[in-house]
Each structure stands twice: as C-alpha cells, then as structure tokens.
C-alpha cells in the first residue's frame, strides 16, 4: 500500500501540472493576439516598410475595427501628414493613407517650390542636418584675393533627404549617405540661388532657431556679397 501511494502522489502532480499548463495555455492563447506595432516612431510621410514592425501579444479585448493589426495590411501604407506613430504603438487607420502622390509638396507653403542642393556642389555637413529642420545659405566669393562672405537666403526649411539614387533617407536610418537635400524656397529665389551658384561658393548652415515652426525663407537683399539691382 504504501508502495502505490509513492507511485501516485507523483503521478497525480504530473497530471495536474499537465492539466494547469493546457489550461493555461488556452486561456493565453484565447485571451492574446499578435499583432504588429511600430519598431521605432515613425514620422508623416513615412512609407511603411517590414523593418518598420514588430510583433506583439496583447489582450484581444483591447483591439477594434479601427486599428490594422496584419502585416499585409501596413506594409506600403503611408503615415499622414501631421501624423506620428510612436515606437511601440498600434496601427489606426485614421493615422495612415494608402498613397501620398508629392511628399516633399505636402510640405510647401504657397508660392513656394522644392529645391534640390546636391551635397557634392556646395559646403555641407550632412550630419547636422535632418528633414523639418532650417538652413541659412551663405555666398562666398573671392573679391581681388580677399574672401567675401555673406548669408544670401534665411531660413530654408529641409522637406526631403536623398541618398544617390533618389531614395528618401528617413530619420532613424544612420547608414544611407545623404546625397540631396530637397528645401522649401520661394519661386522668385531660385533664379537667384542658380546664379549664386556659378558666382561662388555656397554653404549650408544650421539656422540659428533651426527647429522653428510656419517660417518662411526669406532672401537677404542687403547680402554684401550677391550684386542685388538698386
């Protein structure tokens, strides 16, 4: 008897820790779902990619109708202007549009068109500088063997960055090497920044407020340096 009692009292353990598992292993599985989040925040205009998810398991209780939850349903999905996703957060479907056709245009102000400065022509530290952030543009030219050097355009607001091929380069990713930066300009200054072109050397700068918000770019016309007609 007292042999049958060993062999038991683990027998039962066994099938009752069996038992607590299928339990609650239902009950988990029943009550959690995975879904997918966002790997990093993710800011407007930003086309949704598979390195922009990540899974995980919440109560199926807290989810409903608005939020998109399935890999297929995110991917190639953009993020709305004056929208941002954080790291983390689920995916509504009012935060997301299934094409922006001009995403630098999105963020123009009337009267005003994108400018593409290629890194290569001008000064630049491209470390320093990231979309939604203001530039100044300087003018440096060499007047009898003695540099001049001015700010000929304030306040240019950076709406895209591109590596080589044209690819947007979003915030988060450190190893695409910028190639373009696209700006906000006023239509009648392009004329004179093409001229400053060829006239000198063109840095960009950081503005000194480079994280203000509604400024538009604003032409210095008593510049030193760029001949401005009197």
Same mark, same amino acid.
Request: with cysteine.
């Given at each position: 008897?007292?042999?049958?009692?060993?062999?038991?009292?683990?027998?039962?353990?066994?099938?009752?820790?069996?038992?607590?598992?299928?339990?609650?292993?239902?009950? *988990? =599985? #029943?009550? %959690?779902?995975? $879904?997918?989040?966002?790997?990093?925040? @993710?800011?407007?205009?930003?086309?949704?990619?598979?390195?922009?998810?990540?899974?995980?398991?919440?109560?199926?209780?807290?989810?409903?109708?608005?939020?998109?939850?399935?890999?297929?349903?995110?991917?190639?999905?953009?993020?709305?202007?004056?929208?941002?996703?954080?790291?983390?957060?689920?995916?509504?479907?009012?935060?997301?549009?299934?094409?922006?056709?001009?995403?630098?245009?999105?963020?123009?102000?009337?009267?005003?068109?994108?400018?593409?400065?290629?890194?290569?022509?001008?000064?630049?530290?491209?470390?320093?500088?990231?979309?939604?952030? *203001? =530039? #100044?543009? %300087?003018?440096? $030219?060499?007047?009898?063997?003695?540099? @001049?050097?001015?700010?000929?355009?304030?306040?240019?607001?950076?709406?895209?960055?591109?590596?080589?091929?044209?690819?947007?380069?979003?915030?988060?990713?450190?190893?695409?090497?910028?190639?373009?930066?696209?700006?906000?300009?006023?239509?009648?200054?392009?004329?004179?920044?093409?001229?400053?072109?060829?006239?000198?050397?063109?840095?960009?700068?950081?503005?000194?407020?480079?994280?203000?918000?509604?400024?538009?770019?604003?032409?210095?016309?008593?510049?030193?340096?760029?001949?401005?007609?009197?």
């Amino acid at each position: 008897m007292k042999k049958k009692v060993i062999w038991i009292v683990p027998a039962l353990c066994i099938l009752a820790s069996g038992v607590f598992a299928y339990v609650m292993k239902e009950r *988990y =599985t #029943d009550r %959690y779902v995975k $879904v997918c989040v966002a790997s990093h925040q @993710l800011v407007q205009r930003t086309r949704i990619g598979e390195e922009d998810l990540e899974e995980m398991s919440v109560p199926k209780s807290i989810l409903n109708s608005d939020i998109l939850s399935e890999k297929e349903d995110l991917i190639g999905k953009y993020v709305k202007l004056s929208c941002q996703i954080p790291k983390g957060s689920f995916f509504y479907k009012g935060a997301l549009d299934s094409e922006i056709p001009d995403l630098a245009g999105t963020l123009l102000m009337k009267d005003q068109v994108s400018y593409d400065i290629y890194v290569n022509e001008v000064r630049i530290n491209t470390g320093s500088l990231q979309r939604g952030m *203001y =530039t #100044d543009i %300087y003018l440096t $030219v060499d007047d009898r063997q003695k540099p @001049l050097s001015d700010v000929l355009i304030r306040n240019c607001r950076i709406i895209g960055v591109y590596d080589g091929s044209g690819k947007q380069i979003l915030p988060y990713d450190r190893e695409s090497r910028t190639q373009i930066l696209s700006v906000a300009l006023e239509k009648g200054d392009v004329t004179v920044l093409n001229t400053a072109l060829h006239m000198g050397e063109i840095t960009v700068l950081p503005a000194s407020d480079p994280y203000q918000n509604g400024t538009r770019s604003e032409l210095n016309r008593e510049c030193e340096v760029y001949p401005f007609p009197e």
